[in-house]
């Protein structure tokens, strides 16, 4: 049964050419009953655009979080289109994206936040659980733990906890033919920083 929209949009989005869609998907003003026919029509980038735009709606935001697979997912929650419950977010992690080396970039995006168009860095929107940063830091590949810019996204978060900070504080140097060892000295000094406004917080918070 094909559905009737109030929006002429809407109605015609499978009359519309692919540069159509994405127009439409990438516009933050594009009326509701578009974004949720756009979240359920078959050209796939489309529905790429719709993902990242910082305006799209609950019911297309639940739409595409409800296709398969975990791309949809990895932008939804980095730009905080979708809530999750704490033990959600654990349960998300194992089943898309826990040791699955395809994917890596995506997880970060998920759970440390990305980048939109109207926006700088969304780690405000993110609320990764400290328990799963801690499982997310664990299951890092070598490689990734060379890598500043991987580790300073930990430091970053507003749920990283004293115990993360404390073990960035103290890692080794990588290898010197490393491109990310130059940073690492810089890399520690913010780490033990944010070791410095946890332990204040949590001082003032057991008053």
Known sequence: MTTVYN??????????HNAEVVGLAKNRFTDSDTMLAISKHHYRLGKEYLSNNPNITPEAAQELW?????????????????????????EVYRK????NSRSHWRMMQAFFGGYHYYHTPSESNNNTPKE????????????????????E????????????????????????????????????QKALLKVAEITKREGVDSR
Not at 7 to 16: D, L, T
Not at 74 to 89: D, H, S, V
Not at 132 to 151: N, Q, V
Not at 156 to 161: E, G, P, V
Request: net charge positive.
């Open 7 to 16: 929006s002429p949009y809407a109605n015609n989005i499978g009359a519309m």
């Open 66 to 90: 409800d296709h398969r697979g975990y791309v949809f997912k990895a932008t939804l929650l980095a730009n905080g289109a979708i809530k999750l419950k704490k033990k959600e977010y654990t």
């Open 96 to 99: 898309y994206f826990k040791k």
């Open 132 to 151: 799963l940063l801690e499982e997310i830091y664990a299951d890092l590949p070598e490689d990734e733990r060379h890598r500043s810019y991987t580790l």
């Open 153 to 188: 996204r930990f430091i970053n978060h507003q749920n990283c906890s004293l115990n993360l900070a404390l073990r960035i504080s103290t890692m080794p140097d990588p290898p010197k033919d490393n491109y990310y060892a130059r940073h690492f000295d810089e890399l520690r």
